[in-house]
């Protein structure tokens, strides 16, 4: 069954480092998200992408995140300059079908856990 | 701003019983709601969907209820088993992405 990869599964950095993380969404899919969850808090959407650009992003998704889609497998998120309370799980996603649809349910990855120190 | 509550932090159940995990919303205009399960060190999983313009969906051993007027829903279990131990997410479309509940830690017990 198809599924969505990421890499790595655990990061550790210092803080103000860059960081990317790695996804390869489910290989018919259009649609492209990135999640994450802080320790004990609930899963916040961070940002969409469709036809090679962003189609939403979330207040938390300021100017230090990026996303990018450099080939036609990969989907990836780099923070700029890491910063403590950027530690959490950060799920990438994808979906057939735009979501918010009623068909347009996400597929997850396993998540990279990412510790700012 | 919680659109999607889910009040109970956890739930215990013993193996064979129906475990009932509840989850209110804000917006009446939702008009698609979807659960998701979710294992320690895994992504979560889509479980079960249901639209507004219905009030039950059935899958196997889940169902998912909606009731419009009280802008609730709720997933019931039934056998529990302890492979359903887990996180549950209630989830609904915000733009073009999903905002989530805060999720239901059920322990199902043997």
């Known amino acids: 069954e198809p599924e969505v990869t990421q890499t790595p599964s655990h990061q550790v950095t210092q803080m103000g480092q860059e960081v990317i993380l790695r996804c390869v969404p489910i290989s018919n899919h259009l649609y492209f998200y990135w999640y994450r969850q802080i320790l004990g808090q609930k899963v916040e959407f961070l940002v969409s992408f469709y036809n090679n650009e962003i189609s939403e992003k979330s207040e938390i998704f300021d100017d230090q995140f990026s996303v990018e889609r450099p080939d036609g497998s990969n989907f990836t998120l780099k923070i700029r300059s890491t910063k403590l309370e950027d530690s959490a799980m950060y799920f990438c996603a994808s979906s057939r079908s735009r979501g918010g649809s009623n068909t347009g349910e996400l597929f997850f990855g396993e998540g990279s856990r990412l510790t700012v120190l | 701003d919680q659109q999607v509550k889910q009040n109970s932090p956890s739930l215990s159940v013993q193996e064979g019983r129906i475990s009932i995990l509840n989850c209110d919303y804000t917006?009446?205009?939702?008009?698609?709601f979807l659960w998701y399960k979710k294992y320690p060190a895994e992504g979560p999983t889509f479980l079960i969907s249901?639209?507004?313009?219905?009030d039950k969906n059935e899958d196997g051993r889940f169902t998912v209820f909606l009731n419009k007027s009280a802008k609730h829903l709720s997933l019931h279990i039934v056998p529990s088993q302890p492979g359903d131990s887990a996180v549950y997410f209630c989830?609904?479309?915000?733009?073009?992405?999903?905002?989530f509940g805060p999720g239901t830690r059920l322990s199902v017990l043997p």
């Open positions: 917006n009446s205009m939702f008009d698609y």
């Open positions: 989830a609904a479309p915000k733009g073009q992405n999903f905002v």
């Open positions: 249901i639209s507004s313009i219905k």
